[in-house]
């Protein structure tokens, strides 16, 4: 029995044969899980309880320069937290009690031995694209790179927290930032920034923001990340909120120093208002 012709050999021509698929390298820009002997970029992580995240938060950290660090300040954490964290290769830093709001961006920062000093949460998974550009904008000269987020602005009423962010821009002379702050994670800053400001007053962020902009430090937000969507919504045990009390707090106090340094108005002028005419 003749085996059956194709169509190709009846008309001359040969089957097709199916293209060979191109050999791809094997991509080796993985960053290594251990932390950089001589680092450029120290990536700074409080966190507090954060098992369900802490790795991809690391994962994300470590693809932002090829000589980097990772610093997780755990605190108060009654999970597996620091064992997870040790696993990525970062240093841990490890306090049994919370060391409350803001003060884990201290810590790490006096530990860190990077020339730029990259800020972001324990409970923010945000991937090494979107914490590039803070560390680049340092690179380029900035000494303070913020996140280019405001907070939401369009409601009615407005989050008192959001009103004082851009409070505190208007009275530094400095409406370009709206309300764009410290206060938000991601950013980064200059090992300048930091000698300048000095390690403990990162714990209050608003203080922070006002004491480099009045030392003239340079100041720019430069990437766009929605910390608020992203951020989960802590129940609060009572109605009140303690930590919109501190960070309120925090921008008073740093209202206070603006105009300790530049007079009543905050280098403003009076308009045309004669007050020598009030008696």
């Not at 085996?3 to 001359?12: E, F, M, N, S």
């Not at 998974?125 to 803070?134: C, G, S």
């Not at 400095?174 to 994670?185: E, F, I, M, Q, Y």
């Not at 208002?273 to 008696?279: A, D, F, H, L, P």
């Amino acid at each position: 029995m003749k085996p059956r012709r194709t169509t190709a050999r009846r008309t001359g021509r040969r089957a097709a044969r199916p293209a060979r698929r191109p050999i791809r390298p094997v991509p080796s820009a993985v960053p290594p899980a251990v932390n950089h002997p001589e680092p450029y970029v120290s990536v700074i992580i409080p966190a507090m309880n954060e098992e369900q995240t802490i790795e991809a938060v690391i994962a994300g950290a470590r693809g932002v320069h090829s000589r980097c660090e990772v610093i997780v300040i755990v605190n108060g954490s009654a999970d597996r937290t620091a064992e997870l964290a040790r696993s990525c290769g970062a240093d841990v830093i490890w306090y049994e009690q919370p060391l409350g709001h803001d003060a884990g961006r201290s810590v790490g920062a006096a530990a860190a031995k990077g020339e730029v000093l990259l800020f972001t949460d324990g409970d923010l998974v945000i991937p090494a694209a979107k914490l590039q550009p803070f560390v680049t904008a340092v690179s380029g000269g900035a000494d303070l790179a913020l996140n280019d987020y405001s907070g939401p602005v369009r409601s009615r009423l407005p989050h008192p927290v959001v009103l004082s962010k851009h409070v505190l821009n208007l009275l530094l002379g400095r409406p370009d930032l709206k309300g764009c702050s410290l206060t938000a994670v991601p950013h980064a800053i200059s090992r300048r920034a930091l000698e300048v400001l000095g390690s403990g007053l990162l714990s209050r962020p608003p203080l922070a923001h006002a004491q480099a902009v009045l030392n003239g430090l340079a100041v720019t937000a430069v990437h766009h990340v929605p910390v608020g969507r992203m951020n989960a919504v802590r129940r609060k045990a009572s109605g009140s909120d303690p930590l919109q009390e501190i960070i309120l707090r925090d921008h008073l106090d740093a209202a206070a120093l603006v105009l300790e340094h530049r007079g009543g108005r905050a280098g403003f002028g009076d308009g045309t208002r004669r007050r020598e005419w009030v008696r």
